[in-house]
């Protein structure tokens, strides 16, 4: 039988900032292990991140193309952006899908949220469905080079899906809409 064992939080012993930029911080933690030991661990302090799944009232939606610098490739994507402190993930999701796709939606909804890097950061990435679209002009940071795509929705599950190298949090998108429509929500 499988019981749920209730654990008690580690307790945290100091927090060393290593390096800190406007994007995130690499932080090392001293803290008591399960055993009553000391431990050190270094990770990713970041505020959360925020991606927008836009779709046009035809259905279909607006992909966008990124030049990944670290992984000197183009990736296939929905809009995505990270978070600074303080800020709201939903009003980074508008910024996101205006600047990185010209695009500005009167309708949003929360789809759902995970964890994508739960052992290195402790960030939080924010998804939302963004209807009721007009087009308007990108808006790139001189650091972005981003082009966008409106296509078929079809065609754009494959474009994620099938790439060889994937964005992670566009495909985690995916999933979490199709749970928000298999709950019996329509587009």
């Not at 749920?4 to 911080?25: I, K, M, Y």
């Not at 991606?51 to 992984?71: C, E, N, Q, W």
């Not at 078929?152 to 928000?180: H, I, K, N």
Request: hydrophobic residues 40%; contains cysteine.
């Amino acid at each position: 039988m499988n019981q749920r064992r209730s654990f008690t939080p580690f307790s945290r012993l100091s927090r060393e900032v290593l390096v800190d930029n406007p994007w995130h911080r690499y932080c090392r933690d001293r803290y008591v292990q399960a055993d009553g030991s000391e431990g050190t661990y270094y990770y990713i302090d970041m505020p959360g991140s925020s991606a927008a799944i836009p779709v046009f009232d035809d259905g279909s939606t607006m992909l966008v193309r990124v030049h990944r610098y670290l992984l000197a490739t183009d990736l296939w994507e929905f809009p995505i952006g990270g978070m600074r402190p303080g800020e709201q993930a939903q009003l980074v999701a508008q910024k996101e899908l205006h600047e990185e796709a010209g695009v500005v939606a009167s309708e949003w909804t929360p789809l759902g949220r995970f964890a994508p890097y739960k052992g290195v950061s402790n960030e939080v990435c924010h998804v939302f469905l963004a209807r009721g679209l007009r087009i308007e002009q990108q808006d790139l940071e001189p650091s972005e080079r981003i082009t966008a795509h409106r296509m078929p929705f079809l065609d754009a599950r494959r474009l994620l899906m099938e790439q060889e190298l994937g964005d992670g949090q566009s495909m985690v998108g995916l999933m979490l809409l199709d749970r928000w429509l298999a709950a019996g929500n329509r587009l």
